[in-house]
């Protein structure tokens, strides 16, 4: 396997124009081409000034790894996790040096494995009231429906029965209006102060206070209530550090938001993107369904709910969301600001610095890829994954930062996706094309493409469902 470095014709600067206008400009526009134009010209180190700063974006898997885990200790959170703290406050997604560690190490308690497998029934339970929901055969938006189901999964996982529908209403119409503020606003892409009276801001303000009353009150019921209860927030309320301190009701708040934000929307994006290619996809769609009607019966032979143990058989499942988020992954880049000076490369990175991964990027290189740009889910089995270097994929970070909720969201997407395409055939409505406007994860644009949800009746396999078909099924998204 090719493991040299890239140099593009045009070697390993871009100095497009002296302050970088022309890069913010285009990243502001067209992020995922510019990128990838970058990289095509500039090879596999590309050094982006960036106004007042300097972004360097690293392709190559093996510059990928020794950003995210060789120099963790020498980076601190970019530019845009900063800004995010005015919403987040300090929990682990913005957090820095001890404070993140002991958040970690006490959110960690929350997501191991025993407890992971723990929620499957609620992710399960949940997906299915909501499913209920959908009316059949009326034309709705994919990632809006996507986006609702896993808001009321998380939801029900981080504060069991403490949440009313109404609550979950306030939370979303919350969230709503924050990510819009965090992430397309001119205020985000000038970095506006808070106090300055913009109606975003406002609307921000209110949302906020919004979310932060129902958190507190919730936080509130449950320190008063002596039931012992067996959600994500009790996990966390009795966490208990080395030194016998536990997370304060400030520490709370950041870390359920933070939960909230980073839990519900990436999963939704894998879910909505995996159902897309599924539309394009009638050959391994017919796969998936043959190994959902296998494996989702009871003994009886009648449908009914994933739980965990039925995971590991739903191997193919799992394929397409992976090879899914191969293709559009939730989190299409991530950096981070070098406090102290590191190399990689061979090349001396100054602190200040913004280094940048893209996912987009190294997910998508012919190198690691063949045929990048194909819907081959058998790109995940066991004997090909192990060919590719190691971080040619992450859709989950990687190193101590690695995302906390990975097994977790792997888990969710299974059974909630096998249960989606058990119950309805998703119809891609025609000429509803998939485009992106991605802010910080990979929005779909225009609200998303327009489906129909067609109810389907569950058919026992007969027939045994090959890993890898002779029917290939390789062909263009
Ligand atoms: C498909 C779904 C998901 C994707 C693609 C995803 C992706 C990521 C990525 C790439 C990071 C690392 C960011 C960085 O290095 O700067 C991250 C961090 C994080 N994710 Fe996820 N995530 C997903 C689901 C979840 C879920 C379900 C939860 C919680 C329930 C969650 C909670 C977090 C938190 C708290 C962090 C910050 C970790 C830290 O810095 O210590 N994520 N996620």
Redesign the pocket.
Known sequence: MATTRHVGPHGARTLTSPVGLRNVHAMLRRPLEHLQHLQEAHGDVVEMPMLSQTWLLLVHPADVESL?VAHHPSLV??EF?VYLRRVLGQ???TSDGDL?KR??RL?STA?TPKRIRGYAGTMSAVTDRGLARIEAGRVSRLHEEMSRLTMEV?AE??FGAGITDEDVQTVSRSLGVLNSLLTNSLEAAVRLPAWIPTPNHRRAANALADVDRLVRRIIDDRRRSAVQRDD?LSHLLNAVDEDGSRMSDTQLRD?TL??FL???E??S??LTHALYLLGKHPDVLRRVHAEVDDVLRDGTGAPRLPTEEDVPRLSLVERVIKEG?RLF???WI???EVAKDIEIAGRRIEKGTQAMVS?WLTHRDPRWWPRPEAFDPDRFLPEIAKTRPRFAY?????????????H???M??ILMLSLVVSRFEVELIPFSTLRHAPSITLQPADGGVRVRFVPRTPRRATTHVPTVGPEAITSRT
């Open positions: 995210l959170r970019d996790a929990g682990l997604l993140w958040q970690r959110s997501f998380v996982v981080l994500l870390e933070t939960l980073a839990g519900h990436t999963t994006l894998a988020m992954p939730p989190a991530v950096g981070r996912q992450f859709p989950f970070g990687g190193g101590p930062r690695v995302c906390i909720g990975n977790f969201a792997m969710e997407a």
